[in-house]
């Protein structure tokens, strides 16, 4: 597995060659494993000791001048032969980018015999490497720590028996036993023990999670204290951690407009640089000395590090609360977002439907109605149909084998039972069958759960219906509160749209403090509202993921909430959060203009060193080894302003550590 990373992680660089500057930038010197960071350090170190070296026998043997100077040569060769195979590599290509300004300077360091100039200007400049690529290469190290978030071998069961396999042979079916402390290798199903999971490295959440038969689990997460036998369901790419994997690679590969902008441009920034350098060179009467330091302080290491570096902090930082972003473009949006939409079940309330009421027409026994509404929908996923069967469970019900199931979104759903359709939907959807549904009786009722926020579907078997039940939801803790907090930063208009009924819905958004709302809407309504909204807003969509697809997508950022486990959470939306805590949305809208001030703080201090240095140079107010010490001065105080961002959200995961102490 971690070849295939490696290998995915190269392929990725060498298709985004020109994304970035080739002296600062790691792809072009590393393997992709961590080894090209140990010989570039290996490569620092030794043509270091040599240039320390000339300079000291220079000051403590000045008669062995010829020695001092073998010495230099020896640490600049060392230290130029990287830079200048990589700008040779471009030049091979095509190409013609920053790496050739730096490499033109070491080169006419040498042909003027400074040979210790070129080494220290190439020893700087390696150690800038060096570091970017420990703190600016956060793709890669989190894919390197989901690696090892994965045990590269199972416990296997065959016929009772333990056996040690690799993981990459395990296929979907297999059964293995996950002991206490040990990690998922692949997603499953538990089919016996129970235990507490943390699932932290997904989610972002701290809190453990109590897991036993037939509950999901993940690769990557931890079995806290019991032994579990898991079903294998997904296996290596397409299990959760996979996906994960994926969604980091593709933020990381991703570019924003400004940089799309460098790149278009880059090609033309090093003739133009060597044109003014030409200037320099005859206006001074051939100081090579300013041109040698024009050169070194034009590469504008720091203003293309600007925004890849901030925005791989931002996913980083995202990634470790269960933010997964697809495109960084939706990261730069997030900061733009003056509309939230949001869906009801299961994104402002819990999207856990419990039966509040049984209420059956005269005649009809209460374990009738819900026998015959449980049957029915045994074959349908929404929340109302696992709250009926959980029930029916309860009440050691057997259910009825049904035929020809029908589901119609936003309705109701239909079935054969007996010999006989039955519906189970709205009053107007079950009127439409000509099923009467106009019982006072019934509807006194009905207008009294839904008064008090619970929703209401009618049972009918044929055209005659058996009655309705009422199911309630709660609202989710956190929800009020990052209403709030999304008006606080500048968000104008919050709103909800819902399939339920109108007083529930009203009832929702008042306790919410939601100005505006939507009810008894059908996927395309929701379509048509969030375009509505587009119209006069930037707005963002929130949902499920599973029933608000089209929502998602029709909105300018689609977020599908609780998306660990789920596909069609990931594939439809822009951004994923994989729980289903809403504090994490505020704190997207934060993160994103955080990264915005700081991409424009990146670029201003970039471009401060950059053309402040060209004017000290071109006057000769600079020496090379100075513009060398400013290059690396300029690109580790951008890094570090960026680094700044993966300290976000810690107050949230600091609160989760100190709920579970």
């Not at 026994?365 to 109302?384: D, G, I, K």
């Not at 109701?412 to 019982?439: D, H, M």
């Not at 055209?463 to 606080?488: M, P, Q, S, T, Y």
Request: aromatic share 6%; with cysteine; net charge negative.
């Amino acid at each position: 597995m971690a070849e295939t990373v490696a290998i995915e992680h190269e392929e990725h660089h060498h298709h985004h060659r020109g994304g970035s500057c080739p002296v600062c930038g790691h792809h072009n010197l590393t393997d992709g494993t961590g080894h090209g960071r140990f010989g570039q350090l290996s490569v620092a170190l030794i043509g270091g000791y040599f240039i320390l070296n000339s300079y000291l026998l220079n000051w403590l043997l000045p008669k062995q001048n010829f020695t001092a100077e073998l010495s230099a040569i020896v640490g600049a060769v060392i230290l130029a032969i990287p830079i200048i195979v990589t700008a040779l590599k471009d030049l091979y290509y095509g190409k013609i980018y920053m790496n050739e300004l730096v490499a033109l300077a070491i080169l006419a360091a040498f042909t003027g015999g400074d040979f210790r100039t070129a080494g220290i200007i190439a020893f700087f400049l390696l150690i800038t490497i060096i570091i970017e690529s420990r703190t600016a290469s956060g793709a890669q190290r989190s894919i390197e720590e989901l690696i090892k978030l994965t045990p590269h071998t199972a416990r296997k069961i065959i016929d009772g028996i333990e056996i040690e396999t690799e993981v990459l042979e395990l296929a979907i079916g297999d059964v293995i036993r996950i002991r206490p402390g040990e990690n998922f290798p692949v997603d499953g199903v538990i089919i016996s023990g129970q235990s507490t999971v943390n699932q932290a490295s997904i989610t972002g959440e701290s809190l453990p999670v109590d897991k036993s038969s037939d509950d999901d689990v993940y690769a990557g997460t931890q079995n806290l204290t019991g032994s579990l036998e898991v079903k294998v369901t997904k296996v290596g790419e397409d299990t959760t951690l996979g996906k994960v994997k994926e969604m980091i690679l593709a933020a990381e590969s991703s570019r924003t407009p400004i940089v799309r902008i460098i790149d278009r441009y880059a090609g033309y920034y090093t003739p133009t640089i060597l044109m003014i350098a030409g200037v320099t060179w005859w206006l001074s009467g051939g100081d090579m000395k300013r041109v040698i330091t024009l050169m070194v302080i034009a590469c504008p290491c720091a203003i293309v590090l600007a925004t890849p570096s901030a925005v791989v902090a931002a996913v980083a930082a995202a990634a470790r609360l269960g933010i997964l972003i697809k495109n960084v473009s939706h990261l730069e949006l997030a900061a733009k977002i003056k509309a939230f939409v949001f869906d009801k079940t299961g994104t402002l309330t819990n999207g856990i439907l419990s039966v509040a009421r049984l209420n059956p027409v005269e005649g009809v026994e209460p374990a009738e109605l819900l026998l015959t509404a449980a049957s029915v929908e045994s074959h349908s996923n929404h929340p109302t149909a696992r709250a009926l069967q959980t029930l029916a469970k309860e009440a050691d019900l057997k259910l009825d084998e049904v035929s020809d199931f029908q589901e119609i979104h936003g309705k109701g759903v239909q079935a054969v039972l007996k010999n006989e359709i039955c519906r189970i939907g709205r009053s107007e959807w079950l009127s439409s069958f000509g099923v009467n549904v106009s019982l006072e009786m019934l509807h006194d009722k009905e207008k009294e759960n839904e008064e008090s926020g619970m929703s209401v579907v009618y049972v009918a078997k044929g055209n005659k219906v058996l009655g309705w039940i009422a199911f309630k939801d709660k609202v989710r803790n956190e929800a009020a509160a990052i209403i709030k907090d999304l008006k606080k930063l500048g968000v104008r208009h919050c709103a909800m749209v819902t399939g339920d009924r109108e007083s529930v819905a009203k009832i929702i958004a008042s306790s919410l403090n939601i100005e505006e709302y939507r009810s008894e809407c059908l996927p395309e309504t929701k379509v048509e509202y969030v375009k509505n909204v587009k119209k006069t807003s930037t707005v963002a969509v929130v949902g499920d993921g599973v029933n608000d697809a089209p929502a998602l997508a029709a909105g300018d950022l689609g977020i599908a909430m609780g998306a660990i486990g789920s596909d069609i959470a990931i594939n439809s939306a822009s951004i994923a959060l994989m729980t289903n805590d809403l504090r994490r949305i505020p704190l997207l809208v934060s993160l994103s203009r955080k990264s915005r001030v700081i991409i424009n703080q990146n670029l201003m201090l970039g471009m401060l060193f950059v053309v402040g240095g060209i004017i000290l140079s071109v006057f000769g107010w600079m020496s090379p080894i100075t513009a060398a010490v400013l290059h690396a001065l300029s690109t580790l105080l951008v890094l570090f302003n960026s680094a700044r961002l993966v300290r976000t959200g810690e107050e949230i995961t600091i609160n989760e550590h100190s709920s579970i102490n």
